[in-house]
């Protein structure tokens, strides 16, 4: 496996100090779902309504997440009830987003009704199964829950396709759930850009949501030597990244992705773009090769 320098962690320092977040920040997802978290219970149905949505570019992302608030007059929260009135869930019906479809999200919507119902924050329903079985054990739990695996008597049959859209990591095939342990770190962190609502789960215990930017970062940096994104992976990063920063080891997660997704990172040697960068010193592409001062 690549290992990196042991100057790594001083190096994603440098990368996280000289980022521009400003640039980064409209661009990404929790920019559209923070103005609709106004309180704790608005921001788990945003967090989880727009994390479930994030497939795709993030510019499309986020216009999902608006055409989603306009169906909602602004407040996604009005979607989370047992009926919807009959105008709202004939615009809820049409709206598409890559392969997700409305009728999804309906039901995710009356799934979330039926929770809250209970008296139950999603919170409550994660740390259970945190303190049961580990982080992993918390999106099984968030998973299982959301997928409505105890509710079908009560809310019918879910649409096709849609307990596909919450995989656990304890599934066979062990995805990365990246959508899912996205919506974990927007809840937990307090930090920008996150939301931290969530304030009985350790930052500390966060893993990285892995997508494909991150992973392709994370594989060339020696964080992990999985070639293919899958929950060990995830367990592989986060503990590389934990050893970095104990507190906070997803602190990085937002300059990595965002380094992939502005094209910073041209995912290949090229002496122009590579050269300023922090992390060229551990970056797989550029072992054993020297840069002229
Ligand atoms: S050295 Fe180049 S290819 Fe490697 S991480 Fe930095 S910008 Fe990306």
């Not at 008597?153 to 959508?179: E, M, T």
Request: proline share 9%.
């Amino acid at each position: 496996m690549h290992r990196p320098t042991p100057e790594l962690p001083a190096h994603l320092e440098a990368l996280y100090v000289r980022f521009p977040f400003d640039r980064s920040w409209g661009d990404d997802p929790i920019s559209a779902i923070r103005p609709l978290a106004r309180d704790p219970r608005r921001a788990e149905i945003a967090g989880l309504l727009g994390a479930t949505l994030a497939i795709g570019n993030t510019t499309a992302i986020r216009g999902a997440i608006g055409r989603l608030a306009t169906i909602a007059g602004g407040d996604l929260a009005t979607l989370v009830v047992p009926g919807l009135p009959p105008a709202r869930a004939a615009d809820l019906r049409r709206f598409r987003h890559r392969w997700i479809r409305g009728d999804q999200i309906a039901y995710l919507a009356r799934v979330l009704a039926r929770h809250y119902a209970s008296g139950r924050s999603l919170e409550d329903t994660f740390l259970e199964g945190l303190e049961a079985g580990g982080f992993a054990g918390g999106l099984d739990r968030l998973a299982r829950t959301v997928r409505a695996d105890t509710m079908r008597a009560s809310l019918g049959a879910p649409p096709r396709g849609y307990r596909a859209l919450f995989p656990s990591p304890r599934d066979p095939g062990a995805s990365p759930c990246k959508r899912l342990t996205l919506f974990v770190r927007w809840m937990v962190r307090d930090r920008f850009p996150d939301l931290g609502v969530w304030r009985r789960v350790p930052t500390g215990e966060l893993r990285i949501p892995l997508d494909q930017h991150v992973h392709w970062i994370a594989y060339h940096l020696g964080l992990t030597g999985r070639r293919t994104r899958s929950w060990p992976a995830v367990e592989e990063v986060s503990e590389r990244l934990r050893r970095i920063d104990p507190l906070d080891p997803t602190r990085f997660d937002f300059v990595l992705c965002h380094t992939g997704i502005s094209g910073d990172c041209p995912k290949e040697r090229d002496l122009a773009v590579c050269g300023p960068c922090a992390v060229r010193p551990d970056c797989r592409l550029w072992r054993g090769r020297r840069v002229a001062e």
